[in-house]
């Protein structure tokens, strides 16, 4: 079964600083990866997904994750924080040829000015 | 529709009541899915729905849970005698048939059971 697991229910990151939020994964087969960022109030926007191809995937507003098979991880970094990135984001997996996302548990970014 | 589209966007009702909630999904996306988030509980997979195959119930929490497609478009969840417990958000989502793009969420639903 798959699981995914982010380390870190809450990271505060000063204006400016590096953004890194892990996730870790658990698959029988190769995965789809994705991350998505939910503002408040809002649906979850899909900020980027590794599916086949190139490892290091960029996505919008300057995030980008890096899929690592030999660490089962898929971390997404942003080199320089902005007020406008504090939200909360989920990585998700799925199995190949399957649909159903598995969600983490949800990262709380806040960004101190 | 440009989105997927949920209504209501709040509701607030009494234990024991019955609620629907719906939502219209993003024309020609055969995928459809329902989850619901509590407050610090991430987002649980409650059921899907792909096309015309059976859908996948696994993640509904009980019989009082139900959904349906119907047309293959606009999807209902029902949840019957409304507990404490319910109160949450409940979010649907639509893909594609392969599903790699990921999914478009609508705004979800917030459900208060009082």
């Known amino acids: 079964a798959q699981s995914v697991t982010q380390l870190g229910s809450h990271v505060s990151v000063s204006e400016g600083a590096l953004v890194l939020l892990r996730c870790n994964y658990s698959?029988?087969?190769?995965?789809?990866l994705f991350w998505y960022v939910q503002y408040p109030n809002q649906g979850l926007q899909l900020l980027l997904k590794?599916?086949?191809?190139?490892?290091l995937v960029k996505g919008i507003n300057g995030f980008e994750a890096e899929f690592k098979k030999s660490e089962t991880s898929f971390h997404l970094t942003k080199p320089s924080a902005h007020m406008s990135d504090a939200a909360e984001y989920f990585c998700?997996?799925?199995?190949?040829?399957?649909?159903?996302?598995?969600f983490g548990q949800g990262t709380r970014l806040t960004i101190n000015p | 529709g440009a989105g997927v589209s949920q209504s209501p966007s709040n509701k607030v009702t009494e234990k024991g009541k019955d609620v629907e909630l719906r939502c219209d999904p993003i024309?020609?996306?055969?995928?459809l899915y329902w989850y619901r988030q509590s407050l610090g509980q991430g987002l649980e997979f409650l059921i899907y729905?792909?096309?015309?195959?059976?859908?996948?119930k696994s993640g509904l929490p009980s019989d009082r849970f139900s959904a349906e497609r119907t047309g293959g478009s606009v999807s209902t969840l029902t949840i019957q005698r409304t507990q404490q417990e319910d109160s949450a958000v409940y979010l649907c989502?639509?893909?594609?048939?392969?599903?790699?793009?990921?999914?478009?969420f609508g705004s979800g639903t917030r459900l208060t059971v009082v």
């Open positions: 989502a639509s893909s594609t048939r392969q599903g790699t793009n990921g999914y478009t």
């Open positions: 698959s029988s087969v190769p995965p789809y």
């Open positions: 590794y599916t086949t191809g190139a490892t």
């Open positions: 998700a997996v799925s199995e190949t040829g399957a649909q159903k996302l598995v």
């Open positions: 024309s020609g996306h055969t995928a």
């Open positions: 729905f792909q096309g015309n195959s059976a859908p996948d």
